[in-house]
């Protein structure tokens, strides 16, 4: 069965950093397309960033481009965000989603994001 696992959340002051990382399993991860997102508490799942499977091609929300880099891993299973410059409007829960064209798709659990100022 397909799972994917975040971690890397945790408390950091404004102006921090932190690494993310999803780890699928029970899916051949190198065809799939993978996203991250992100919930802030009273607001809707917010597109963050993506990364295409066939060339690497990524792509960030317009909030977070220039601080956060997506990247992926296919030889660990295992894609990254690499959050610079943390500001406390980044606290959310932050989610991966996997996308294989429009027939699969999984998400993770979540991990926790929480910028103080």
């Known amino acids: 069965q397909a799972q994917l696992v975040e971690s890397g959340g945790g408390l950091v002051q404004a102006g921090g950093s932190l690494r993310l990382a999803c780890v699928a399993s029970g899916l051949t991860f190198s065809s799939y397309d993978m996203r991250w997102y992100r919930q802030a508490p009273g607001k809707e799942r917010e597109f963050v960033a993506s990364?295409?499977?066939?060339?690497?091609?990524?792509l960030y929300g317009n909030s977070v481009k220039g601080r956060f880099t997506i990247s992926r891993d296919n030889a660990k299973n295992t894609a990254y965000l690499d959050m610079n410059t943390l500001k406390p409007e980044d606290t959310a829960i932050y989610y991966c989603?996997?996308?294989?064209?429009?027939?699969?798709?999984?998400w993770g659990q979540g991990t926790q994001v929480t910028v103080s100022s």
């Open positions: 989603y996997a996308e294989l064209g429009s027939r699969y798709s999984y």
């Open positions: 990364i295409r499977r066939s060339d690497g091609a990524t």
